[in-house]
């Protein structure tokens, strides 16, 4: 168990509507990462929170949207959903900013989007 | 759920037998490298990292090397047993950058 908590763990909803995929880090972490699984593109960084600030934006959408809340768990915001959002999305936690240490992820929330 | 799909390398190896799975990076500028297991259904687990002023590192029944001449990773597991079989993500990073970049995977199947 690596400590990172993501709700829900299944998520099924049709095109055009919104969700809010929701992370608690390990305890101690500062920093959140988004990353999006699919099976075409493996696993891609979208977003950075470091201590409730963004600090690094990947390929993420602009319908897409995430923030950090002050007892530091986080949400990503996914809008206007498409057939391809479909996806695993991870959470993932570090204490430091993330350079140079491990990141531990969460087991995943599997959007399905039909 | 599956992990990842299409397109993966696949290695299969005798239960009991040493694995290597190998990753290549293209840049030279790489200075933290990290593999990741990936078994179905869960988020990607941590295995062992290793920096860029280092060749080799070892942990438990792993090892992983790294040669920056040619921009090559590889992660050895000894007496692979069943419970390795999942896929394997080597990821990288470098200083500036604040977030790491995965490699496609490579699925292990080990057979009894």
């Known amino acids: 168990d690596s400590g990172v908590t993501q709700t829900p763990k299944h998520l099924i909803t049709a095109t055009g509507q919104r969700v809010t995929l929701r992370c608690s880090p390990r305890s101690g972490d500062l920093s959140v990462y988004w990353y999006q699984q699919s099976l075409d593109q493996g696993l891609q960084f979208l977003i950075q929170?470091?201590?409730?600030?963004?600090?690094a934006k990947g390929n993420i959408l602009e319908r897409f949207s995430a923030q950090q809340f002050p007892d530091l768990h986080s949400e990503l915001n996914l809008s206007s959903l498409e057939l391809g959002d479909s996806a695993l999305y991870f959470c993932?936690?570090?204490?430091?900013?993330?350079?140079?240490?491990?990141?531990?992820f969460g087991n995943g929330t599997r959007l399905t989007v039909t | 759920g599956e992990s990842v799909g299409l397109h993966l390398p696949t290695l299969s190896v005798q239960e009991g037998d040493n694995s290597i799975i190998n990753c290549a990076y293209s840049?030279?500028?790489?200075?933290?490298f990290i593999w990741y297991k990936q078994e179905s259904g869960k988020g990607p687990q941590f295995i062992i990292d290793i920096r860029s002023n280092m060749d080799k590192r070892q942990g438990q029944r792993v090892t992983v090397l790294l040669n920056k001449t040619v921009k090559h990773l590889s992660l050895q597991i000894a007496a692979t047993q069943p419970g390795d079989s999942a896929v394997y993500f080597c990821a990288e990073n470098r200083t500036g950058r604040r977030a790491l970049t995965f490699g496609s995977g490579t699925r292990l199947q080990v057979q009894p």
């Open positions: 840049n030279s500028a790489s200075d933290y």
């Open positions: 929170y470091y201590n409730g600030e963004e600090r």
């Open positions: 993932a936690s570090t204490s430091g900013t993330g350079n140079n240490s491990p990141l531990h």
